[in-house]
């Protein structure tokens, strides 16, 4: 008897793999290494000095030091998260495809409300002159947690669009 076939949709195709569990990791580890390594100027360009005055360097509170450390480590366990889980879901997840997609779906909600939440309070703190002049008022921080999240909540919604995911043929087991 010949076998049977059956379609489904691949849910993390190699473009999607190789998105989230490479480039955006790589963008999270660049800001995790700022805040890291960098925590004074990291500190000091959070908020843009057109609209607040410029903070001294050398005169950082040993609490805001710490707080921007921990918020560089928050970014290097997510880069993490996604460099060793995805490929390893993608793997032992292989033959279950509904599975996958059920598991890739809550954790891209996850990080698509993270997206938000974080594209809101950074636009909230800036204060509406801030947030709507970003011409004027936003620098390199500002453009990267707006911009650059913003970037990446866009792939996120094509993935849940089901945009790049199409139904892929795979071979059943014979039926005897």
């Given at each position: 008897?010949?076998?049977a076939s059956t379609f489904f949709v691949d849910p993390l195709p190699t473009p999607y793999l190789l ?158």
């Amino acid at each position: 008897m010949a076998p049977a076939s059956t379609f489904f949709v691949d849910p993390l195709p190699t473009p999607y793999l190789l998105f989230f569990a490479i480039v955006e990791p790589l963008l999270t580890l660049i800001g995790a290494g700022k805040a890291i390594f960098t925590t004074s100027t990291f500190y000091s360009e959070l908020y843009p000095s057109t609209l607040a005055p410029r903070v001294d360097k050398k005169a950082i509170p040993a609490a805001a030091t710490m707080a921007v450390r921990q918020l560089g480590n928050t970014y290097f366990l997510v880069a993490t998260i996604s460099v060793f889980m995805l490929p390893t879901l993608k793997r032992t997840l292989k033959e279950q495809p509904k599975a996958l997609e059920t598991i890739l779906s809550t954790f891209f909600s996850c990080l698509a409300f993270a997206d938000l939440t974080h594209i809101a309070s950074t636009l909230f703190d800036l204060g509406v002159e801030g947030a709507l002049s970003p011409a004027k008022h936003w620098n390199q921080l500002v453009w990267g947690n707006v911009g650059i999240t913003a970037g990446l909540f866009a792939v996120r919604m094509m993935w849940f669009s089901g945009l790049g995911r199409a139904k892929t043929r795979r071979l059943g087991k014979r039926q005897a």
